[in-house]
Each structure stands twice: as C-alpha cells, then as structure tokens.
C-alpha cells in the first residue's frame, strides 16, 4: 500500500510552454501533498505544500505564479511549471501523507519523480 | 524556519565497516527525523525515522540516535556492504507541521 505515482515521469519541452506534472496517491487518500525540486546532485528543496481544497503554501523563494499548484482531490494533486527556461530543469518530485494509515502519521510517500528537460 | 546541517558530504569506507552520518536541525519544535536512500534517478526510500520521544532506535543493520537537548541526530550503519552504496540524506520536519526539510546529502561508497 501508500504507492505515489507521477506523470510524465520524464518531458522535454521548448523554453516559453508550459509543462503539467501529475502526482497521484493510488491506494489512500492524501490529505496533503509536497512538492520537491531536485538539481543534479543536490538535496531535495522544498518548493511548496498543498492541502486538498486550499490554496498551496510556497517556500520562501519559489515563485507562485510560475510554479502552480492545484490539489483539487485527496488523490490528485498537478504542478504547471509556466512560461519554463532551462534554469528550470530539474528532477521533480511530489510527496503524500495521511493521518488514515496506521503507524506512522509523518512518514511521506514519494513519486518516482519527473525529469523534466526545457531547452 | 529549520535548517538541516549534514556530514560528510561524502564518506568512504570498505565492506564490513561501519558508517555513520550526522546531521544537525535548528528548529527546537521539529519532532520527527527521517533518514532517506536515494539511488541516482529513483525516489528517495525510507530507511528509518525517529521521533523526538525516543532516543535511539534500531534495525537490523541500521540505526538512528538522537540528542534532542543538542539538535544532534546520527545514522549509523554497520557492517556495510557494496548495495549500501548511495546518496544519504536526514531531513526534519518543519516546525510542528509536517514538510520535510532535508540535509544536503551524503554520498558513501562501500569498497569490497
């Protein structure tokens, strides 16, 4: 159980276009949902928190209307990157909890993760 | 807000020794602290947490220790094997909350 799916799991695009990356809890329902920025060879930075039904809550530095989030069910959340350059190729990566599974109420189930590639 | 100070970057060391990475957070209300392996494009994996009511905790070969009253926690692995090799990394929650702040990483290569 407590499986995250992405999609695309990887996606190359034109710098100016818009790109949507999909993050889905199969198998429970997330009442919050993380989003992650990863560079090569770097940490995982946190870009910003979702809750189902609210508005998304930013990182210091991540810019809001560039990075949308919209996490409009408990098993879906989406990240449009707009208007994409190439300083925003990266390794993204979403993240899901829920109180509803037992044990342990912290512990996030990760996406395998998007590569995303703007040229 | 948190900051998570982790060490080494990176680390070495031959099959059957034993390794151990540390990691300092800022934020007193932090109360939950996960170590993650991650292989190079693949997700991170949990491979155990500790929450600030515990000292200490273990698992098989691996095990985790905390110094609440310093900000310190540790991971320790023994007898270490080539499969061990990876990108390590602590993180810690976010206040009282529940985002994740993660340590920089640490890579370690285990030789046979």
């Known amino acids: 159980g407590a499986v995250v799916s992405q999609h695309p799991s990887w996606v190359i695009c034109k710098s100016g276009t818009s790109v949507k990356i999909e993050c889905r809890s199969l198998?429970?329902?997330?009442?919050?949902m993380f989003w992650y920025r990863q560079f090569p060879k770097q940490s995982l930075m946190l870009m910003a928190t979702?809750?189902?039904?609210?508005?998304?809550?930013?990182e210091q530095g991540v810019e809001k209307d560039k990075f949308l989030i919209n996490h409009a069910s408990l098993t879906l959340s989406t990240l449009t990157v707009t208007s994409a350059h190439p300083e925003d190729s990266s390794f993204y990566i979403c993240?899901?909890?829920?109180?509803?599974?037992?044990?342990?109420?912290?512990?996030?189930?990760f996406g395998p993760g998007t590569r995303l590639t703007v040229l | 807000g948190e900051n998570v100070e982790q060490h080494p970057s990176t680390l070495s060391v031959q099959e059957g020794d034993s390794a151990v990475i540390k990691c300092t957070y800022s934020?007193?209300?932090?109360?939950?602290f996960p170590w993650y392996k991650q292989e190079l494009g693949k997700r991170p994996q949990l491979i155990i947490d500790?929450?600030?009511?515990?000292g200490e905790k273990k698992d098989q070969r691996i095990a985790v220790t905390l110094n609440k009253t310093a900000k310190h926690f540790s991971l320790h692995i023994t007898e270490t094997q080539p499969e061990d090799s990876a990108v390590y990394f602590c993180?810690?929650?976010?206040?009282?909350?529940?985002?994740?702040?993660f340590g920089k990483g640490t890579t370690l290569s285990v030789s046979s």
């Open positions: 993240s899901a909890i829920t109180p509803g599974l037992a044990g342990n109420y912290n512990e996030q189930f």
């Open positions: 500790i929450r600030s009511n515990v």
């Open positions: 993180a810690a929650v976010k206040g009282e909350g529940t985002a994740l702040i």
């Open positions: 934020d007193s209300a932090s109360n939950y």
């Open positions: 198998d429970f329902q997330a009442t919050t």
């Open positions: 979702s809750n189902e039904g609210s508005k998304a809550t930013y």
